[in-house]
């Protein structure tokens, strides 16, 4: 992990965090509207609450989005892109980890959803890989063409 992979992450993360506390201080209709709508300790308010926080999880990717074009350069490296798609994973794994912990329960229909936002980040943790592979091959057979080419001009100027 480089600095700049990090450092790329870690501004995301805080972006996210910044938002949160934004919300919950500033009184976000959002955020704060089903308390006096909805029964305190009903079913739905736990799926208000996981609404909420979802949508918030789900946030994470237009941050991405957002950083990358205030960061220098507007495409990040795969390593960066990577490297923040484990984070996020890890955000959202802990995530389902925190609520069981904190409650003693969950709801089925957050735990499916994220877990299938973490099999989203896997395959797209995949793809980047496969992409790294594809990418060395092609410079390597662009690499060895242009060594072939060398080499046959050379024997062709003889």
Known sequence: ??????VFALNIL???R???????????????????????????MDLAIDKYFFEWLSAHSDMQIKECKNSSTP???P??????LQAYKKLCERFIVDRINIEGKQSNALT????????????LLAISAQHEEKLKKLRYMS????????????????
């Open 112 to 123: 499916s959803l994220v877990k299938e936002k973490i099999d989203n980040l896997n395959k």
């Open 143 to 158: 690499t060895k063409e242009k060594y072939l080419f060398d080499e046959l001009f050379t024997s062709l100027k003889e």
């Open 14 to 16: 805080r972006e996210g």
């Open 79 to 84: 390593e960066i892109t990577s490297y923040f």
């Open 18 to 44: 910044s938002k949160l506390v934004n919300s919950y201080c500033s009184e976000d209709p959002n955020l704060y509207s089903y308390m006096f709508s909805l029964p305190p300790n009903g079913p739905e």
């Open 1 to 6: 992990m480089s600095r700049e992979e990090l």
């Open 75 to 77: 495409t990040p490296s």
